[in-house]
């Protein structure tokens, strides 16, 4: 089955700095991935879909990057703000059907003013 | 809009007792699913629907049941609840084509097994 590897639980940077996440997955490589972030006691919400064509995806001040051949995604924050504090999940498809997902157990992201 | 929608918020059992949590959403979608999600275990499938009438199970289901009755609902039922139950449970749904498309998550069940 297929394994994600999330870089590290926690990941402190300083207020605009960029932070990079890092998501690598064993075994198959997936037609797509997506990033999630997940406030405590809240359920996750999505951010980035990117597809196993795309190299590179943005949105405002997201970037997500996804390279098949190291069997890894890029997520990256740029000028960074305490209310991106949170823990960033990344998901694949699991290959068990209904386009189910296998999730990353998630970096807690702390940025400190 | 509401999105996806959980009750309850909390709730305290003791062990062997049953209950069930609802799930509605509001996004006319397809699939259904709910996860557990354990520190350091990270969301993981419990059962899933493919639609109205039809259930599945996903990579952790023993001791759960689940129905699918209404397109709107899924229900996740524990009828005899053991301490190892003892999680935040999510449920999410999604349209029929996840490449275009996220999950969408309500805010969780924080569930507790004495």
């Known amino acids: 089955s297929q394994k994600i590897e999330q870089n590290s639980e926690a990941l402190n940077i300083q207020e605009g700095k960029t932070a990079t996440l890092t998501c690598n997955y064993t075994?198959?490589?997936?037609?797509?991935l997506q990033w999630y972030r997940q406030d405590p006691g809240r359920g996750p919400v999505f951010l980035l879909l990117i597809r196993e064509n795309e190299k590179e995806k943005r949105k405002e001040r997201l970037k997500v990057t996804f390279d098949t051949t190291l069997k890894q995604s890029l997520f990256h924050i740029t000028a960074s703000q305490p209310a991106d504090s949170a823990t960033y999940l990344c998901a694949l498809p699991s290959g068990t059907g209904a386009n189910n997902l296998f999730f990353g157990t998630g970096t807690r992201l702390t940025v400190i003013p | 809009n509401a999105g996806v929608t959980q009750t309850p918020k909390f709730r305290v059992l003791k062990t062997g007792q049953s209950m069930t949590l609802l799930c509605a959403q509001d996004?006319?979608?397809?699939?259904m699913y709910w996860y557990r999600q354990d520190p350091g275990m990270g969301l993981r499938l419990i059962h899933y629907s493919v639609g109205e009438g039809t259930t599945a199970k996903g990579e952790v289901p023993d001791g759960y049941n689940v129905s699918r009755l209404k397109k709107q609902n899924f229900l996740l039922g524990l009828e005899s609840a053991a301490p190892s139950q003892t999680s935040v449970y999510f449920c999410?749904?999604?349209?029929?084509?996840?490449?275009?498309?996220?999950?969408?998550f309500g805010d969780g069940t924080r569930l507790s097994i004495l």
């Open positions: 996004m006319n979608h397809e699939y």
């Open positions: 999410a749904s999604s349209s029929w084509d996840i490449s275009n498309q996220p999950q969408h």
């Open positions: 075994n198959y490589s997936p037609a797509y």
